[in-house]
């Protein structure tokens, strides 16, 4: 413990701070971001010699820190999280921090960035798309195509702004804006509730790979603290997993590669027989989606009236939407048929990168 105390004196330069947080960049740069209650902000260094020495502190925004959040008791922060791009896509080595912030009535997790290495910083943004009642404790992690994913609690759902759950936003334009959180708890908790909910840790966590994201928090569903973690799958979803056979109807796509595709071709592909073994290209990329009928009609009939942007080109955050349209009542005999869909991404014909698989099932 002493030596990792005088590590934290090499580098800031205030007498009253806490909440660290390291990151490394590209070409091996070091950052450290942490509270300075000196003067209520945020500050960032950075070393360039593997932390042998430290150069000026850095202001990257002020903070109304948090004690609490409102209508629970139990400790709260504005501490720091903060990662860097290292993906190789149009954003690397932009730096990304996090924090809590107080506003009152409750709380938003704001986000700032840099380009420039620490040292200029944008416009701090809610780092989630609806600001009533109050998320708090973020963490964020850039994955491997330079989307920036942060995990948090958030009660948007409680009117009464008590009951937690954990939720995930993301940005695949470098920061500028956030889409849609996407909640990951199946089960809310209010910490007011048991013994244990007066502490549920200083942070939760985030770890992201190219095609999934896996938030871990504390969580009091049971009465009592315990650790939780779920899988999330943002490069591709549907707004439901469901059609009537009875009725027919539609199925938006989202598929989201992330910036380092921006612009690159892309091409869904279905399947009616299952995720494995999988079609594997020349490239070594394996799409979970077998080789079948079904796959043939969605390659033949690509774009036409039943599945409207199968192929195209991503926007420049690596995003593109498709929709099926099954039009009218189906055949009773295709009851109970799933389906799963997948996305391969190609560049000069090469395939990079494909997507997890995301199922639709036919219901009477």
């Not at 009875?246 to 199925?251: D, L, N, P, R």
């Not at 599945?307 to 039009?327: H, I, K, Y």
Request: glycine share 10%; proline share 5%; charged share 15%.
């Amino acid at each position: 413990m002493y030596d990792c105390l005088r590590f934290v004196d090499t580098y800031r330069d205030s007498n009253s701070c806490q909440g660290s947080v390291p990151a490394v960049g590209p070409d091996s740069v070091l950052y450290i971001a942490y509270l300075d209650y000196e003067d209520q902000t945020i500050k960032i260094d950075r070393s360039f010699d593997g932390g042998a020495t430290w150069g000026t502190d850095v202001r990257v925004a002020n903070v109304d820190f948090i004690g609490s959040v409102p209508n629970t008791g139990f400790r709260a922060n504005s501490f720091p999280t903060m990662d860097v791009d290292t993906s190789g896509g149009p954003y690397h080595g932009t730096v990304y921090v996090c924090w809590t912030d107080d506003q009152g009535s409750h709380t938003d997790v704001m986000s700032t960035r840099s380009t420039d290495g620490g040292q200029t910083w944008s416009t701090p943004i809610p780092a989630h798309d609806v600001t009533t009642n109050s998320q708090f404790f973020p963490w964020v992690d850039v994955d491997p195509n330079g989307n920036v994913n942060v995990g948090m609690y958030d009660r948007r759902d409680n009117p009464a702004d008590t009951r937690c759950a954990l939720w995930v936003a993301r940005s695949s334009d470098g920061g500028a804006s956030f889409q849609p959180s996407v909640r990951v708890s199946d089960v809310g908790f209010n910490p007011n509730t048991y013994n244990d909910g007066s502490f549920i840790g200083d942070y939760t966590g985030i770890a992201a790979s190219d095609r999934t994201v896996h938030p871990l928090w504390t969580d009091g569903r049971n009465d009592t603290n315990d650790s939780f973690t779920s899988r999330v799958q943002l490069d591709i979803h549907t707004d439901t997993h469901f059609i009537s056979a009875a009725t027919g109807g539609q199925v938006h796509f989202t598929v989201n590669a992330g910036p380092l595709y921006q612009n690159a071709d892309y091409r869904l592909l279905g399947s009616m027989t299952g995720t494995t073994p999988g079609l594997t290209f020349a490239s070594g990329v394996n799409a979970p989606v077998n080789f079948d009928l079904l796959m043939v009609y969605t390659i033949l009939l690509a774009n036409t009236s039943v599945f409207q942007n199968f192929v195209g080109t991503f926007d420049s955050t690596g995003t593109a939407l498709a929709t099926l349209d099954s039009g009218g009542p189906l055949d009773p005999l295709l009851v109970g048929l799933r389906m799963d869909f997948a996305a391969v991404v190609s560049i000069a014909n090469v395939e990079l990168w494909a997507s997890n698989p995301t199922n639709l099932q036919i219901d009477p």
